[in-house]
């Protein structure tokens, strides 16, 4: 994971992390030529879904907590997942809008986000995903930002 400055054009270099014990991760990083601070916040299920997806925030992977069900969700949520959806989700489907909404997600979670949505909708009897419906299972399931 890396972030850019859009003004300079400039990779921004880590700054600081934070692993208070309680899941948030809070990471700060700069922009070595405008001095541009921006710091990534995230709760404790987000921690957990980079941590298992293996990726390094400031050259350093997070070290793993239990959370199986999350795992379990991250070793199944391939890159492709998107394109195979149809095989694994079943009869649910999506609405242009949402799929273009998906689209915005990350391509690093966005199998892994697509996932957790299906499910949301297929344990509910949803046949259709809609960005009303993301909104409602993103405020039950708690992914704020997804
Ligand atoms: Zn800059």
Redesign the pocket.
């Known amino acids: 994971m890396k972030f850019l400055?859009v003004?300079?054009d400039?990779q921004m270099s880590f700054g600081e992390r934070q692993l208070p014990g309680d899941g948030t991760l809070a990471a700060t990083f700069k922009?070595p030529?405008?001095g541009?601070v921006v710091a990534m916040l995230t709760n404790p299920m987000e921690t957990q879904l980079v941590s298992s997806l293996g990726v390094e925030i400031g050259g350093r992977t997070v070290p793993a907590q239990p959370l199986e069900n999350v795992r379990k969700m991250v070793a199944t949520g391939r890159e492709d997942a998107f394109e195979d959806g149809k095989r694994e989700t079943g009869h649910v489907q999506w609405s242009p809008d949402a799929q273009e909404r998906l689209g915005r997600v990350p391509n690093f979670v966005r199998g892994m986000v697509k996932r957790i949505y299906a499910d949301y909708a297929r344990e509910r009897g949803i046949a259709e995903i809609t960005p009303a419906i993301m909104d409602t299972a993103r405020a039950e399931l708690g992914l704020e930002g997804m």
């Open positions: 400055c003004d300079c400039q922009c030529k405008c541009r």
